[in-house]
Structures are given as C-alpha cells and as structure tokens.
C-alpha cells in the first residue's frame, strides 16, 4: 500500500500540518509518497527519506519535482513528456484553509483522486463552526448556547454573559481564540479573532465542564473507534500546546468514564458522522456537563491524524482507505439536447 | 471585458448548462470565452462564433483545443509551450453537480482564477436542500415543513401528510421531483428520487401557495435586485418545461404585488445572502402563504443567469465582476517551525 501524504497549503496551519505529515512517518510501516502544497498552491514530490521540518520553512523543497494535478492524479514532468506519481491513495493532511474547507476534497474529486479525507460537505459543515451547530442541532446533538458577531457591526452580547469564550468562525488549533471576562477584554479578543475571520462565534465559558475527545471512522458499515481522551488543559489549550498535539506519536492515557458514558459519546459520534463523513476518519470533541453530552467541534483531518488514540492506526487506515466513497455514475446520453435536434429534423 | 463562461461538467444537469451557456450569447455584448466541461471533466476552448448544442451532443467539441487549469487560470498547449487564455472573469454556468456544489468555486479559487460564482460554502448550503432549510432556519427565515428520507432506511412519513412532494436532497431542475398523493404513490416517487440521491426531502403539496422568483446579488454592500416573477405552472414544472426556462432570453412579466410584498421577498433575500453570496448572482424561489414569506429554495447559478428578470442584466454582470470577493492574505512565516529549530540551535 503506497499513501500519498497531501500536507502544507495556503493555510494558517500549513506548518501544523508539516509538523503532522512528518509524525505520521514515524508511525505508518506502508509506503509514503509525500506531497506537499506549498504556500502559492504548487505541489511538489518531496522524498520521504531525510524529510524534516526545515526543509520548508528555508524554502529547500523548491529543488524538488514539481507536480501537477491532472485527471487521474499528480504528475511529474519528465524528459519524454509526464509520468504519473504512483500511489494507491491520498490521505489528506492539510489542517485548516484548504484542506478542512472544502478546496483539497473538490480538488481530489474532480480529477478522480481516491482519497482519505472529508468529502465537499463534510468539510464545509465542520470547517465551519456555525454550520457544525446547526448540522448538530438538525441532528438532535446538543451544543452549547453562542451567539455569532459579524466583523463590522455592532459588538454587543445579547444572550451569553462573562466569562465566554471568543472563537474564529473558520480555524481550527486555537488559533485566534480567547477567554474573556470583561467587557474591556471583549474589544481586543474580537479584533484578535477577526485578524483570521470575519465572523467569530461566543459561547460560555463553563469552568465545571468536561473535554473528551473521540476520534473514529465507518469501515464497512462498521464503526471503528478509538480511545475516549481528556485532553490535558488549563484553562484552554495555546497555540504552543496544541502545536505539541500535532507532533504527538505517543499512546495517552483513556479517560476514566463510565462503560455508559462512552457509549453515550459513541452513539453520538455515529450521529454525527452519518454518511456525511464517509471516508474520512475524524475526532469528535465533546463537552458533557451534567451527565449530558455537547458536540463541541469536529475535526475532519485532525492533527496526526489522531493515530496516537488508536491501539492499530495504520490497519485502521488501510481498512479506511479500502472503503472510500465512490462518486456518482452520470452517464453522457444528451437526451434533451437529441431530441430537440430530431424534432427539428437536424 | 472578457468573460469566460465555463458550463458543462459531470452533472445530470450538464445539457441544461449547454443550452443556458449558448443562450447568453443572445444576451451579452461582452466579449465571451468559451470553456467547456465535458462528462469526464475535461477542459475544452469552444469557439464563441458557430456554437451550437449539436457540437456537445456529437462529441465535435473534441477537435477543438483542450485547455489545463492550472495556477492563474486555463492553458492551452502550444507548439512553443503553453499560453493562457486571457479573459477577465470567469462566469461559473455549470448547473448542479460540480458547479454548484462547491468543485468549481474550490478549483477556481484554489487556482487563484476570478469568477463570477457562490463560493464553496454557499454552493453547499444552497445545494443540499436539507442544508438550505438548516441555514434558513438558523437566520430566523421561515420553511415548509419537512423531513429527511435515506435510502436503506425506512420508507415512513411521520410528520408530513398526503399530498406532499418528494424532491432529491442535492439536484435542481426538477429532476426526481413528484407529487405524491397516496402512500402506493410514495414507493415509487421514493424509487425515482434515490436514482439522483441517497438523500430525499418530504414537503407538504399545498395548492393554495403562490410561487415567487427574485434574482439579485450585491455590489458595493448594495443590493441589486430583479423584478419579481410569478413563475408560471400547472401543478409543478417538469423537466421539459423547466428546460425552456434554461434557455429564456425574453424579459417576463413582473408579478402582481403590493408594495409592501416586495419589500418583504427583498428583506428576506438580504437575510440569505449574507456575506455568504458574495460574488454571486443568486434566485431565491420563495412561497407566499397566508401572507407569510417561505425560502423555498436558493439557485446559486440560475438557469441562463435568470437574465430575463433584469432590465439591464449586462450592466448588472459586469458591476458584480468588479465587486468579487478576494481570498484571506496569508503570509509564508513559519514562524513556529523557525523558533523550534531556533531552541534546537539549528
């Protein structure tokens, strides 16, 4: 099996999702062809032997072969013309813009690139962290109160109070994110959260509440699940912290629930993951809150692939990648267009 | 002004594309720029003098030069290299699949190409009916009564009565769509629904609801708006009929309302639109009923642009080409990875 790792973009996270691709070498045993999307979008074959983090950031990739992203896949230039990149698969690794939004999974399916990884609407309905709440409310799942503030109209609360949290609609990894207690605070944490987005959510701040994380995917009609975690935090994670959470290969520690608890977040993971998230393999972060479970956010390619919550990552992804969505048969039959020609005798 | 009109695409809506491609031709003065999409989505230049339908359905169109999309916008191969196709703004006609569900904006945007066009979450949201209710409902914009059939699933209604309409989640044109009258009628409407979608939507059939089209877009935080059109019908427009409307050049006939009514179908069009149309020309199909405004459904590439609605549909295309939203500025720091290797003393 040949995985063709899709990292970097013109993303706040691009080097989040560096920091993830060059994990998941040391934990994958199958072949890796590594792909990486530099900030202007171009694609480059980077060898996986001697890959490392510096590579990008001094802008050494550049020597490396340009691909180009046709019908069928990622091509090479080659002396007598092209020469398509061998790979069973691509897994999608870009956190954020492009990835999470929507780009890379159109991308990979107009030009019928098999792929591990939310489709279109699964990306936009969890990039997103309003459309997530609505999504969760359709579903029946519990999400906490919030209240949208659109950049350039009036900064005002109308239902949640202090302390509260500030979030960019659109990122993911804390980026942009604040507690605020005051009304002073709201100020600078809005223009801090409108640098990355034009529309930030509120939500309460709840001290008593309860993170648990888990990720998992349908293989088969079967769910696969990992470990429920609780996230080790202060008060909310940093940049700095969750950065160490994209690097992370280590196993943690399973959170200590209830054999009801965890099928109460197991239930309301296969809500949420219905058929919208078919092919992909996601980490579902929840709040419970007196006995009741919150979806707080989906994340659709989360950082390293959340391998270090599964007890066998790779077979999980391979038996993943052996169940990928296929896309809709539409036959070219011009049928009005004929008709229309025969009538008018043409 | 050069205007690239891209139409086509793997879509069961892909011969309305053709006609409603070769119809603005009648329509706009502006130099036009054919791109055409065929089923396995390739890109072909489509000379503007001599186009005809024939030319798609016959396969003719293959003769003509296939075009790459690559950084910048379409290139086409030749003996030197490649060059560009120069045109100013491309107008995204592709109806349905590809074009509106989010593959064609990401492409385009992903290619740094300007287009005329909803972006990706607003072709997703506007695409997927049950997603379009969700997104109306959570902006305080009334919607029939629904609910959600998955293939595989039981076939029951449980809270909508006959008669009522079965539409597939994510197709247009009427395509799939019936009226069901008795519960022998529903296997069968239920059996030509699951042929487009393993999604389906249930709405009552209410006879006495009058149907309202208004088209518009924004420019210069001003909104743009057509005349409002009574759409005419028998019971609901088949396909055939729904066709010539692809193909309609000829300006109708505005509806018959109060003042006050037409305020209330612009003020609820402003609610849709949002930020989240930006760079699009959109018609908001509304139901009137007992005098209350419903969002019915949102065409976020009508048929033939739904020129016939405006008075001066060019003046109105080309003031909304040079009001399109741009991409967030991203800069190539690296800034984390730089101060990792910093700490290592590298």
Redesign the interface.
């Known amino acids: 099996m040949k995985i063709g790792i899709l990292f970097g973009a013109?993303?706040?996270e691009?080097?989040?999702s560096?920091?993830s691709a060059i994990a998941l070498k040391k934990i994958l045993n199958s072949q890796i062809v590594y792909i990486f999307c530099?900030?202007?979008?171009?694609f480059y074959l980077i060898p996986t032997e001697g890959i490392n983090?510096?590579q990008?950031?001094s802008g050494a990739y550049k020597k490396e072969k340009k691909l180009?992203l046709?019908?069928g896949g990622f091509y090479q230039k080659t002396f007598a013309g092209q020469k398509l990149v061998s790979l069973d698969c691509v897994l999608n690794l870009i956190h954020g813009?492009?990835g999470e939004?929507?780009?890379?999974?159109?991308?990979l399916?107009?030009?019928?690139v098999p792929y591990i990884g939310p489709r279109?609407?699964a990306s936009?309905?969890s990039y997103?962290k309003?459309?997530t709440k609505?999504?969760a409310?359709?579903l029946g799942v519990k999400v906490l109160p919030y209240e949208v503030i659109?950049k350039n109209t009036e900064r005002k609360l109308t239902n949640i109070s202090f302390p509260c949290i500030i979030k960019p609609s659109r990122l993911g990894s804390s980026i942009g994110v604040s507690i605020v207690k005051t009304s002073e605070e709201l100020d600078y944490a809005l223009d801090v959260a409108f640098e990355f987005d034009?529309?930030v959510l509120v939500e309460p701040f709840m001290a008593g509440i309860s993170e648990y994380n888990l990720a998992g995917c349908k293989c088969e009609n079967e769910f696969v699940f990992s470990i429920v975690e609780e996230p080790q935090k202060s008060e909310i994670l940093d940049f700095?912290k969750k950065?160490l959470d994209f690097s992370r290969t280590q196993r943690v520690f399973e959170a200590n629930l209830t054999q009801e608890m965890i099928y109460n977040l197991q239930e309301t993971f296969k809500k949420i993951y219905t058929?919208l998230f078919e092919g992909s393999l996601i980490r579902c972060d929840f709040f419970v809150y007196e006995n009741e479970v919150y979806l707080n956010e989906i994340n659709p390619v989360p950082g390293s692939m959340a391998n270090y919550l599964f007890e066998d990552f790779e077979s999980v992804l391979l038996k993943l990648s052996k169940n990928l969505p296929t896309?809709?048969k539409?036959i070219?039959e011009?049928?009005?267009?004929?008709s229309?020609?025969a009538a008018k005798g043409?």
């Open positions: 013109k993303s706040f691009h080097e989040i560096v920091v530099d900030y202007n979008r171009d983090s510096k990008f950031s180009e046709k019908q813009g492009d939004d929507g780009k890379i999974a159109s991308l399916d107009f030009f019928h279109v609407e936009v309905l997103n309003l459309y609505m999504y409310k359709e659109h034009n529309q700095d950065y058929n896309q809709q539409i070219c011009y049928r009005y267009i004929n229309i020609q043409k």
